[in-house]
């Protein structure tokens, strides 16, 4: 519940506005009189409700089939037409709710004074939540008609939407007509300010053939009509080309959008987390594998950081030694086939260092070893003697042999 700000136009423009702040929490409520230039900033954080004059304002009743309420503003003004002095083009019509019986309370004002209103409160900055006539807003009792009078004039509120104002000069008689065109009203209760004048009209109110219980009161009519409006039993004058839609409206007509929305939202953000949980406990199990292959296959490892790195370097390393094997047994492959030729040779070592086949033999003659090393050469070998040498008659030797692509290296 926020503050309420109330602002009265007065009839006429040169005396201003008169305006009070009523607030959530209860205490003194003073009225003030100025411009509305004095109100700029202070309408942000509250309701503004305005009171227009009643005397600018017709309350009307017309009677229409039931209809939809979509057809209201158009079919009422037509129905009204012959009670209006002035064209409906120029007037702006307030409907409030249609009774079982068919009628409906209209207000009628003329354009041109809800533009002039509207035009006033939007260059002082306030934006108005309800504007009503002022009638509209005086206390209401069962089978009783509410009357105040100041030097203002005089304010009749005969039910919960229909009233009228009246001059003090003309109350009375206004009054009496009032009475004798419709159904009299068990009392009336007079408000009244406690100005002489004023008070010099009441005598004529006592010949009215009803009750009338006096309340004298000794401030502005907008502490009166702050302290009894009721919005359910108003005309909110903005409708129409004039509506404004607050914030609550604006809310109520996002609210299940935004809802289904935050659903939505909270629906996929339990998706993406619940993903992220399973891709990271799938991490960490295949993370729990490579760390288990990675120690079959090095079983020596100690490190087992950034294993992907590691892994792509050992095998790496693998490739590189798998290449010298190859080389290693292709030479050897060629070679045994002529070295096995010769029955008396005998091999001591073998050495395989830098893609060349190092071997170092025994052999019973030196014309064998001649023919070892044509066989080789002639099979497509690089074949250097390193050594040779004999002792006893055995021949003593070494060779270096390698592919013909294969530099040796001294």
């Not at 009225?31 to 509250?46: P, V």
């Not at 307030?94 to 409906?104: E, H, R, T, V, Y």
């Not at 990675?294 to 370097?313: G, I, T």
């Amino acid at each position: 519940m926020t503050d309420r700000l109330f602002i009265r136009f007065h009839s006429d423009d040169e005396a201003g506005i008169t305006w009070l702040r009523q607030g959530v929490i209860p205490g003194e409520i003073i009225s003030r009189t100025g411009t509305l230039s004095e109100l700029s900033g202070q309408s942000a954080d509250c309701q503004v409700i305005v009171f227009v004059p009643g005397s600018d304002v017709l309350l009307l009743m017309a009677d229409v089939p039931p209809m939809n309420r979509q057809r209201i503003p158009t079919a009422v003004p037509f129905a009204l037409e012959d009670h209006l002095i002035t064209n409906i083009e120029s007037l702006h019509f307030a409907f409030g709710k249609q009774s079982n019986d068919g009628l409906i309370s209209v207000a009628v004002v003329a354009d041109d004074l809800m533009s002039i209103w509207l035009s006033r409160l939007e260059q002082a900055g306030i934006r108005p939540d309800i504007l009503i006539p002022e009638t509209l807003a005086l206390p209401l009792a069962p089978d009783a008609w509410t009357i105040l009078m100041d030097v203002d004039g005089g304010l009749i509120r005969s039910g919960t939407l229909s009233g009228f104002a009246v001059d003090l000069p003309n109350l009375a008689m206004i009054i009496s007509h009032e009475l004798d065109a419709s159904e009299a009203p068990k009392r009336i209760r007079l408000l009244h300010c406690t100005q002489r004048a004023v008070e010099e009209s009441i005598p004529a109110l006592e010949f009215l053939g009803c009750e009338v219980v006096e309340e004298a009161y000794g401030s502005d009519r907008i502490e009166v009509l702050g302290a009894h409006f009721d919005e359910q039993r108003a005309i909110n004058l903005l409708q129409g080309k004039y509506k404004r839609e607050s914030g609550k409206r604006i809310w109520r007509a996002w609210k299940i959008p935004v809802a289904l929305l935050a659903v939505w939202f909270l629906v996929w953000i339990t998706g993406v987390l619940l993903d992220i949980t399973r891709l990271s406990e799938q991490s960490r199990i295949l993370d729990d594998k490579i760390g288990t292959v990675y120690r079959q296959a090095f079983p020596d490892a100690r490190n087992m950081s950034n294993l992907r790195v590691r892994m792509k370097r050992s095998l790496d390393e693998l490739d590189k030694s798998g290449a010298e094997t190859v080389g290693f047994l292709d030479l050897l492959g060629k070679a045994s086939v002529h070295l096995q030729s010769v029955e008396s040779l005998r091999l001591t070592n073998i050495y395989f260092r830098s893609g060349a086949l190092e071997l170092r033999m025994k052999i019973d003659d030196l014309q064998a070893f001649d023919g070892i090393k044509a066989n080789l050469v002639e099979a497509g070998l690089a074949v250097e003697v390193l050594s040779v040498t004999t002792h006893e008659d055995t021949v003593m030797a070494r060779l270096k042999i390698s592919n013909r692509d294969q530099t040796f290296e001294r």
